[in-house]
């Protein structure tokens, strides 16, 4: 029926018209700034924005955090936010078009908050299973990564919000990410990390690329002089601006020199007064610092805050607004991979006066999103138990049995806790007070419970009572750094100081609750809580706030008794539905993971609901892999991923068969952690060597006995097909298949390249392109997919450039990388 050729993001982000015009406009602007007004537009202003200058008519420039929403300058509940689904589903979803229109609601949510650069998409490379930003980035595999890039990079810019590709480069994992220096060959550079950045620059021009904490090869990237300015500028010829990673740029000249033009946040940064004092003292060549604002300028005239200049998209030139929490919901059903089906179990046929039990603490809280600087407050998640409620045939019951607590680390105080936060002087004096939700002390200066003046804060006290909804050990900690009294039911549990573990000043953020004590608590009966921050004030610079939290954990003592109620509601239904996830405490920014386990005993939980039920579907609601030692003991797998805000709508969607699940693996998926070819993320002495050279994900794979549980592109439908033909025609190949079910489907056909000779330096095969095809019952169609530009180059070091190597190719079109079957041609490739 239908086949679309992929295409690597069209050329709307471009405003090539609009170039000339803006350099006349930047030139006469640069002439009329001195330089103290120069080197403070290189920083920011605060936590978000860069400073207006109204001697040129410039606006300030808004940024937010990305990439599954539009998080807007507060860090708040208060201010909603449209939430899609994971980057990992996103690129599950193989849909470049998809990513697109995600830029576009993107854009559309950014243009209601007054933000004109958005900071994402996160195109870091899945290196590790074990990378704690995991979900947060795409794909093992750079052409999936730079094709899904690219679309959400140009549908948000042909909608006039700059987008803002991230971290320039290596920014592979978490441990000492400040500080570790990644070692890496210059084939892997170009061949894996450095590739997605490349085709996103020539296929989309993003505005903004964001520079990151690591190093590289001995350099930190903020100061990168050959990666930013050799290769990103002059070898790629990028024309936007370079941020850093907030609080990455720790040196002037270094920094300035290495290409990076903006220092966030603001405003004490190495930038602004410092850079016009290097250059005063004669430390840096004024005219690096006008290239900068020349970057800068023109950003900004791009976004339309420089007078003078036209915006790339004037406001009549946007495209039509689309529906966001449908784009949210087509996503996520589109992303869900089927990785298992016994017995065509899926889609399911409810029988009037038959019954459904649902299953699992996450089914009812689900986690719609990952943690860290990707949060995104929604304004309402639609859960698996909601979206299975509303979309139930009348007549089918629902049962529900929340099976095992899933925290088995400390996590966020919720039920049963009645807390404020109470801001003190050093009298003791009331400054301000505050109800807060979910044990959580965080605000700017400027915004302080009750107008507090920051300066006169001392003390800062989270106070309340909480009364156990079940009895037994009760866990508490903290987050956060500096002196903490936490009193639990009359029990001092701790009473210290929490000096900052590790080098990252984002730790107070972003770092893990840290483990204080127990006490045994009686449910339902009320007891006070209290925990003091004594030196509650986060000072960076000028970026000041107030940032730290209670964590609680009563996981466990429950466990029996809610396990056995789970088997029962499981034996008593047609069919069994688990839902299975991992916590922020796993999933997040600022650390590792350190196993791929399911925390707390839902694996227990899974094995139990299927031993007392064989049509047991288990939905695994998490960003990236985890261990699934029963996959092979239940009728169905579901990985759904963090599905955002309408994750449950698309759970019934696909679980009752209105839509057809899409997803296909942007990540080999392993039996267990042990078996994966790359886990090392601990740096020894600040160095982490990037010892597999080229060989990561799948590449890796190939080369070692053990076997995944599911391979890179691995995902079923609820239809089949047979491969029929495969031919070539120039750079463009044909496959022609059947839908040999009987069912609409959608099938994205992966077409890879494998030496005819074994070459050791290359992996066995890899990915040159990608197509979805849609065809009814019975229906042939022909995918067409365009041969991706370096599908037989490799870097050569030696000469530093780009070079094919010639010989026989074939061309495998495939469901997955480790597929034998389907039809193969072979090429013969000149040099
Ligand atoms: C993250 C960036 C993010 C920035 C601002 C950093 O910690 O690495 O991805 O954009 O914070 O929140």
Redo the contacts with the bound molecule.
């Keep these: 029926m239908t086949s679309s050729a992929e295409r690597p993001g069209t050329d709307h982000g471009s405003d090539t018209g609009h170039d000339h015009d803006h350099d006349r406009v930047i030139d006469e602007a640069l002439t009329r700034l001195g330089l103290d007004a120069k080197t403070r537009l290189l920083a920011g202003q605060d936590l978000w924005t860069l400073p207006a200058l109204p001697e040129i008519g410039l606006g300030s420039l808004v940024m937010s ?2 990439p599954v929403g539009v998080r807007g300058t507060a860090w708040a509940p208060g201010d909603a936010s449209l939430t899609l689904p994971s980057p990992t589903a996103l690129a599950a979803t193989w849909d470049p078009d998809l990513a697109h229109r995600t830029g576009r609601v993107l854009a559309q949510e950014a243009h209601r908050k007054g933000v004109h650069l958005l ?2 998409p ?1 195109i870091n490379l899945h290196r590790s299973p074990l990378g704690g930003r995991h979900f947060e980035t795409y794909s093992e595999d750079p052409l999936l990564t730079a094709r899904i890039g690219a679309g959400y990079v140009t549908g948000l810019q042909e909608s006039g919000i700059g987008a803002t590709p ?2 320039f480069v290596a ?1 592979d994992a978490e441990t000492e990410r400040f500080t570790v220096d990644n070692l890496i060959c210059e084939r892997a550079l170009r061949e894996l990390y450095l590739a997605p950045f490349e085709e996103i620059v020539a296929a989309a021009r993003p505005w903004a690329l ?1 520079s990151a ?1 690591n190093s590289v090869n001995g350099s930190s990237m903020t100061e990168h002089r050959r990666l930013q300015v050799g290769v990103l500028r002059e070898e790629w010829g990028f024309d936007g601006a370079v941020v850093s ?2 609080l990455a740029a720790r040196h002037t000249e270094r920094a300035i020199e290495g290409g990076l033009d903006i220092a ?1 946040p603001g405003p004490q940064t190495v930038f602004g007064a410092a850079l016009a004092k290097a250059v005063r003292e004669g430390r840096v060549a004024e005219e690096t610092v006008d290239t900068a604002v020349r970057h800068v300028l023109r950003l900004a005239a791009r976004a339309g805050l420089l007078e003078g200049a036209a915006p790339a998209v004037p406001a009549q030139l946007r495209p039509e607004p689309l529906d966001g929490r449908a784009v949210a919901r087509e996503i996520a059903a589109r992303s869900f991979v089927l990785l298992r089906n016994e017995q065509n179990l899926l889609p399911l046929a409810p029988r009037p006066g038959g019954t459904l039990a649902l299953i699992g603490h996450p089914a009812r809280e689900a986690r719609a999103l990952g943690g ?3 949060t995104v407050f929604p304004a309402h998640v639609v859960s698996p138990l909601d979206g299975l409620r509303d979309a139930l045939p009348d007549g089918t019951t629902l049962t529900y049995a929340a099976g095992a607590d899933i925290r088995d680390g400390l996590g966020r105080p919720d039920e049963g806790f009645e807390l404020r936060a109470v801001l003190r002087d050093s009298a003791g004096t009331v400054l301000g007070e505050e109800p807060v939700v979910l044990g959580r002390a965080r605000w700017q200066a400027g915004s302080l419970p009750g107008g507090a003046d920051f300066d006169a804060v001392d003390s800062v006290e989270l106070t309340g009572t909480f009364t156990p909804p079940s009895g037994g050990t009760h866990r508490f900690g903290t987050s956060g750094l500096g002196a903490f009294r936490l009193t639990v039911g009359g029990t001092v549990l701790f009473d210290g100081v929490h000096e900052p573990d590790s080098r990252d000043p ?1 730790e107070a ?2 770092g893990r609750p840290v483990p204080r004590g127990a006490v045994e608590l009686s449910a339902g009966e009320p007891v006070r809580v209290s925990l003091v921050a004594g030196d509650p004030k986060m000072q960076y610079g000028d970026l000041r706030g107030v940032v730290f939290s209670l964590a609680h954990n009563a996981a466990g003592h429950e466990d029996d008794r809610l396990i056995e109620e789970a088997v029962l509601t499981a034996s008593a239904a047609d069919t069994a539905i688990v839902v299975v996830a991992t916590t922020e405490a796993v999933e997040s ?2 650390f590792d993971r350190t196993s791929l386990r399911l925390p707390g005993r839902q694996d227990e939980l899974v094995a139990r609901v299927a031993a007392a039920n064989p049509r047991t579907v288990v939905v695994v609601n998490a960003g990236s892999p985890v261990e699934m030692p029963w996959r092979e003991d239940v009728a169905a797998v579901l990985l759904t991923w963090f599905p955002g805000q309408e994750g449950g709508a698309a759970l019934a969607d696909v679980l009752l068969g209105r839509t057809e699940p899409g997803g296909r693996l942007p990540t080999t998926w392993p039996a267990r952690l042990q078996d994966a070819p790359v886990t090392r993320v601990t740096p020894e002495d600040g160095v982490l060597p990037y010892d597999e050279d080229v060989f990561i994900g799948y590449r890796a794979w190939q080369r070692q006995r053990a076997l995944p549980a599911y391979p890179f592109g691995h995902g079923l439908g609820y239809t089949e097909w047979t491969y029929d033909s495969i031919g070539t025609d120039g750079g463009t190949v044909h496959v022609q298949l059947t839908n040999t079910g009987d069912r609409q489907g959608r099938e994205t056909v992966q077409l890879y390249a494998s030496p005819a000779e074994p070459d050791p330096r290359r992996p066995a095969r890899w990915l040159v392109g990608f197509t979805p095809v849609t065809a009814a019952p019975g229906e042939t169609v022909r995918a067409e997919i365009t041969l991706a530009r370096r599908a037989f180059q490799i870097w050569d070091t030696a000469a530093s450039r780009w070079t094919t190597v010639p010989g026989r190719y074939h061309l495998h079109a495939a469901r997955n990388a480790t597929a034998s079957r389907g039809p193969a041609t072979t090429v013969e490739i000149t040099g």
């Design positions: 955090d990305g900071l994402g996160t991230k971290h920014n964001m904490y990673d907030w966030m860290g600087s990707a984002m953020l972003t920014e600022g």
